[in-house]
DNA sequence: GTGAAAGCGCTAACAA
DNA sequence: TTGTTAGCGCTTTCAC
């Protein structure tokens, strides 16, 4: 009757005295070790039921594994994260893992150390990165220890694997799409970079240095107009509102991501303007909201579930001794909806 | 020159040597214990910066403290969680305690338990609940073993504390700002629960028997109209729809969680219809999004960056030792936008 | 103020 | 197939 004090901890030991056993029994039948017989599967399983034993984590993680998953990301508000995640956690459901997050933080080289260091600390059998945006030099340090997979990063490691969407093509057919409908003052909103050396590999440079390229083949390169924020609401608000300032004012704003989409496109109504009668307004990454928001949003779609089971996957092999690097590319699609149409 | 395989780590051992002096030492100065003198203290902390030292989780575990809070959640795609657990981070930030984070799903009090149990098996140092729907029996046997704060339920319980937005009043300023608006066929979404029996405490009921009570002593009860689906974009879609075909239709739909008025926006522009011209639209919780959405939501704040920081010092203050029951109400208010206006 | 030593719950050699 | 035993890295008595 302990209603008040912690209650003791049902262990290893109680289980392996409960079926008269030893704890090497116990442990083998834990980890569908060789070497078991039937008859004593049978005794431990209906010892650790009667006891109701779990496993205590830190112990296993002292000698072995501890069946976690680290997930570390810029933050969970952006909800094509979600896509990620649930991705995830489908495809290790069922495996015994369990996958636990931290928030790093937006665009801090240095608290996203952290938060990776944090997970290695808590000794998780592999970590999933989400979009870092530190140096390769580091993430290999990491990998080195851990399993890895970055999700986002057109790097190319022999560490660790990568899960990427071709930016550059999901780029090309979104301003392809503006430039089809009649366009020719198309801004961008991209994410300001820490770090410029390392820009090449960061999506969000490669959609904006795309957006450039594309242009300048179609003869707008004096059309160009970026503005520099981030890829969140408030990024894309600020984005818009830096954009409509410029005079003649853009007639299409192709933001790197919906979550900025959506700060762009209360920028330009708060303007007292349309989309897309005065402004066109297209995102990048398909997230659910865009289906759903009033102003439906066309949108580059890239399949953030099958990156987050795919990098799910690619993490259980690295776990389970695969070495080799792997890269895994989804190809993107063009979602057109409602809010981009011909210029007035 | 360890380019293969993995670096030894290193341990407090290590440390201990490098500094010439006893593990208890450098165990004692990294917990800032009792009993250093400054010179010792001095040595040990130059050796740690030399070495890149680094405590093992795991060990740290089997003894004291993980330095881990845990935060169990439905999912990450709901904004307002976002807000909560910002403001927990902030709190917590600088007190050397981590967060982690795990999905438990939606309304599934089994894989409910399955996510907490999985903290408490890494061993945190305390759990945030956020909106849990499993019985109080269980989470009181939860708290019996780690500090454990709940988010979002109007429980009361000796064992945890509990953080919480007065619903009912919440739920009362909207059906009220719609009744004043001129509005008499008001419906409602709700997020259908699992068990009745405790529906009580949880607010999606809290929230749906306010919106019955006010209809009714404004004498609107024979325009009660319930969905009950879930607080997701899709539950607010599917709600609507279901609303939307009765006859004769209603000419405002409070939904109970911004996320699904968000649904019930799309399902509206769907039908043909536009907002608030044939119909209201309202929402709750005040979630970022519904600020900056092209129609702006009309909702109820509730400040979930100060619910997240309350319970993460609530927490802190329970694994320092406090075992009194602590309960904090944030008083909601109504934030009226262009998505309500007089019907037609 | 400092350090030696026991032990947390588990896994993995190794022995039987 | 089963059991014995030595740690994993740390915290915590308890001597000194």
Same mark, same amino acid.
């Given at each position: ?36 017989? &039937? ?5 431990? $399983?209906? +010892? !650790? *039921?009667? #006891?109701?034993? @779990? ?14 998953i680290?997930?570390?990301?810029p ?30 933080? &937006? ?5 996203? $150390?952290? +938060? !990776? *260091?944090? #997970?290695?600390? @808590? ?13 390769r ?43 089809a ?8 909103i991209?994410?300001?970079?820490t ?28 059309h ?57 307004v ?63």
């Amino acid at each position: 009757m302990a209603t008040s004090g912690r209650q003791a901890r049902v262990t290893i030991t109680d289980v392996a005295r409960h079926a008269q056993v030893s704890t090497t029994a116990v442990s083998k039948v834990l980890r569908n070790a060789y070497g078991v017989s &039937d008859a004593m599967r049978e005794k431990v $399983r209906a +010892a !650790i *039921d009667e #006891l109701g034993y @779990r496993p205590h984590n830190a112990a296993r993680a002292m000698r072995g594994r501890t069946f976690t998953i680290g997930v570390q990301l810029p933050h969970i508000r952006n909800p094509f994260f979600s896509d990620i995640v649930d991705g995830l956690t489908d495809e290790i459901s069922g495996s015994g893992y369990q996958a636990i997050m931290v928030q790093s933080g &937006d665009l801090d080289a240095a608290a996203e $150390r952290r +938060a !990776i *260091d944090a #997970l290695m600390d @808590r000794q998780v059998d592999g970590i999933l990165s989400v979009a870092p945006v530190c140096s390769r030099v580091q993430l290999e340090e990491v990998a080195r220890n851990t399993p890895l997979v970055v999700l986002g990063r057109h790097d190319r490691s022999a560490l660790y694997d990568c899960v990427l969407d071709d930016d550059e093509l999901g780029a090309q057919l979104m301003v392809e799409h503006l430039i089809a409908l009649g366009h020719r003052r198309i801004a961008h909103i991209t994410q300001r970079d820490t770090a410029t050396r390392r820009s090449a590999v960061l999506l969000q440079a490669i959609r904006a240095r795309t957006y450039e390229q594309v242009m300048t083949e179609h003869g707008l390169a004096e059309h160009l107009a970026i503005a520099a924020t981030s890829y969140t609401e408030e990024g894309g608000y600020d984005g818009a509102r830096e954009l409509l300032a410029r005079s003649p004012r853009p007639t299409a704003i192709f933001a790197g991501a919906d979550q900025a989409a959506f700060g762009v496109l209360a920028a330009i109504h708060e303007a007292g303007l349309t989309v897309p009668g005065d402004i066109s307004v297209a995102g990048y990454d398909n997230a659910r909201m865009s289906r759903l928001a009033h102003i439906s949003l066309t949108t580059v779609d890239q399949d953030g579930a099958i990156m987050g089971t795919t990098a799910g996957r690619l993490l259980l092999e690295r776990i389970g001794g695969r070495s080799a690097a792997v890269r895994f590319s989804v190809t993107p699609t063009l979602v057109a909806r409602r809010s981009t149409a011909p210029p007035a």
